[in-house]
């Protein structure tokens, strides 16, 4: 199987800063690798999918990069509604995930 | 407008079943793979399986394999997802989310259901 590891665990930034998150999957896994973003109680929303294509109607603040087995998931100006945990995800394997909170 | 709606939460005791429903509108529901995931409470996703409702084939995450069962009713554009043997630890919120891409398995998943919470309990 695929492992799936993401850092930071949490995070707490200011609003306005530039947040990264990091994914690095066990072996080379092209540019197939999506990101997620979950607030509590809702269902998971897709943000990016093939590592860098940003979903319809996603803010263009949130962008992703990387291919092979390194990946970096960036919100390049914090936002209060970006509060979230925010997962990547590569076939059928989930990132722990990355809670975002404001500092 | 394209959305998955589920059936109501549930309760079950330890070695009953459960079957969840989740009803697809606004999209050719034949064209698009079915994923089932769950998040157990405090706990990140988990990838259950997909099911293609065009052929009715599926493909099982391991660690639930002999013990789910998804299926579909193309008539009423509906897929289900029955988990048998229940286990307190499949206490859980079960989604159901279409696949990112006609036709194939690509495993993005740009529409979630709202969700429907399976609690396992004597």
């Known amino acids: 199987d695929i492992q799936m590891t993401q850092s930071p665990s949490s995070l707490s930034a200011s609003v306005g800063d530039r947040v990264t998150i990091t994914c690095q999957a066990s072996?080379?896994?092209?540019?197939?690798l999506n990101w997620y973003q979950q607030k509590p109680g809702k269902a998971p929303k897709l943000l990016i999918y093939?590592?860098?294509n940003l979903e319809t109607g996603v803010p263009s603040r949130f962008s992703g990069s990387g291919s092979g087995t390194d990946f970096t998931f960036t919100i390049s100006s914090l936002q209060p509604e970006d509060i979230a945990t925010y997962y990547c995800?590569?076939?059928?394997?989930f990132g722990p995930g990355t809670k975002v909170d404001i500092k | 407008q394209v959305q998955l709606v589920q059936s109501g939460a549930e309760v079950k005791k330890p070695g009953a079943s459960v079957k969840v429903s989740c009803k697809a509108s606004?999209?050719?529901?034949?064209?698009?793979?079915m994923h089932w995931v769950r998040q157990a409470p405090g706990q990140g996703l988990e990838w259950m399986g997909w099911?293609?409702?065009?052929?009715?084939?599926?493909n099982y995450a391991q660690k639930f394999q002999g013990r789910v069962t998804m299926t579909r009713d193309t008539s009423i554009s509906t897929a289900y997802m029955e988990l048998s043997r229940l286990r307190s630890d499949d206490t859980a919120v079960y989604y159901c989310?279409?696949?990112?891409?006609?036709?194939?398995?690509?495993?993005?998943?740009?529409?979630w259901g709202q969700g429907t919470t399976v609690t396992v309990s004597s």
């Open positions: 989310a279409r696949d990112l891409r006609y036709g194939s398995g690509s495993y993005g998943m740009d529409v």
């Open positions: 606004g999209y050719t529901f034949t064209g698009y793979y």
């Open positions: 099911i293609n409702p065009n052929s009715g084939g599926t």
């Open positions: 072996q080379d896994i092209s540019n197939y």
């Open positions: 093939d590592a860098s």
């Open positions: 995800q590569q076939y059928a394997f």
